[in-house]
């Protein structure tokens, strides 16, 4: 197991031959997968904003008739990501300024 544990994607083709987003656990050393974030939706409105593209490449270094380079041997699309939410401390924090805040004002006004 490497530690710290790394994620990595794989996929293993008809030949038993696995294929990761990892250049270093690939034969020829390098990436099989490249991955694009959709940005916008101007011209194609069914495209969900925010979702992630993954597409794979199966390119074998030893078969010259299978080297393409397409990334388009198996392409996934991954929606329903969640939206970055912020930290309790954060939250914390800020309370705390607005608290801080509030009894300021409150101070001043009893003067």
Known sequence: MDYPPQFR?????????DFTS???????????LVTFQI???????DNPVGAYVLAWEDSHPWNMYYQDH???DLVVEV??????????????????????SLLRRLAVSRR
């Open 70 to 72: 397409d990334f388009q």
């Open 9 to 17: 994607l794989q996929i293993e083709d008809q030949y038993a031959s």
């Open 79 to 100: 929606t329903g990501i969640a939206p970055v939410v912020p930290e309790p401390s954060s939250v914390v924090l800020i309370l705390l300024g607005i608290s801080a």
């Open 39 to 45: 940005v916008s939706n101007i011209g194609f409105p």
């Open 22 to 32: 990892d250049p270093s656990h690939n034969i020829e050393g390098r990436d099989h």
